[in-house]
């Protein structure tokens, strides 16, 4: 298990470095500071905002599993999974 949390921070990292290569291997007037890592894994280096909160963790009619607010990955749009079982 300490082998998987090891393998899993490494990933984590890797994936950090790259965004950050990717945001700074653009023009300066081009970056935007969120885009993709090996248009795989999304990035948001950017402050949260309430409305970008709200869309990320709170969409009905989104997709499940979407884009961190803040960081590399992804998150649970809490607002689709709550339509799906019939709470929203």
Same mark, same amino acid.
């Given at each position: 298990?300490?082998?998987?949390?090891?393998?899993? *921070?490494?990933?984590?990292?890797?994936?950090l470095?790259?965004?950050?290569?990717?945001?700074?291997?653009?023009?300066?007037?081009?970056?935007?500071g969120? *885009? +993709?890592?090996?248009?795989?894994?999304?990035?948001?280096?950017?402050?949260? +905002?309430?409305?970008?909160?709200?869309? &990320?963790?709170?969409?009905?009619?989104?997709?499940?599993?979407?884009? &961190?607010?803040?960081?590399?990955?992804? +998150?649970?749009?809490?607002?689709?999974?709550?339509?799906?079982?019939?709470?929203?």
């Open positions: 298990m300490k082998a998987i949390r090891r393998l899993m *921070g490494l990933i984590g990292i890797v994936l470095v790259g965004a950050v290569i990717n945001e700074f291997g653009k023009e300066p007037e081009k970056r935007t969120s *885009g +993709t890592v090996a248009d795989i894994v999304p990035y948001d280096f950017r402050i949260p +905002t309430v409305e970008r909160l709200k869309a &990320t963790f709170w969409d009905p009619d989104g997709e499940v599993i979407v884009g &961190t607010v803040f960081g590399v990955g992804w +998150t649970v749009n809490l607002g689709r999974v709550a339509r799906l079982i019939g709470l929203a």
